[in-house]
């Protein structure tokens, strides 16, 4: 069996964090080594490390409580301009077809239904992965 879960992109900004689940996949890793081990989605005890791989989407952490957990259909790319992250903002501009973000460190990211560039990842909103081989 092969178990795949998402790669995970971490943005901060002040007492938030938001994780976005992107493609390609990966077989290795921390959350892989915990289900290999148990086979129980139970024993993945951190919600920030292990949410987002085994659901996928986008995930709004407030400290390490989730706020929410958002799919969107398009790619994750690096932006050169963008407003400053605000939740509530956010929820809204992701029904728009392209909207950009400034994170805490300065990053800033957007968020498109359609590849703007080869740089651009593909978001995953489905999580964890079993492969029966």
Do not use: W
Not at 55 to 72: C, K, M, T, V, Y
Not at 97 to 115: L, Q, T
């Amino acid at each position: 069996m092969i178990i795949s879960v998402p790669d995970v992109i971490y943005l901060h900004s002040g007492e938030y964090t938001i994780s976005i689940s992107v493609l390609p996949t990966k077989t290795e890793g921390e959350v892989i080594e915990i289900l290999k081990s148990t086979m129980r989605i139970s024993e993945c005890k951190d919600k920030l490390l292990c949410y987002p791989r085994i659901f996928g989407g986008i995930f709004i952490f407030l400290r390490n409580s989730i706020l929410s957990r958002i799919e969107f259909d398009g790619y994750l790319c690096q932006g050169k301009d963008g407003e400053l992250f605000d939740v509530n903002k956010f929820h809204e501009n992701l029904k728009h077809d392209f909207s950009c973000f400034k994170f805490g460190d300065g990053k800033i990211y957007c968020f498109s239904r359609a590849r703007k560039d080869k740089e651009c990842k593909p978001i995953d909103n489905i999580g964890l992965r079993f492969i029966v081989d």
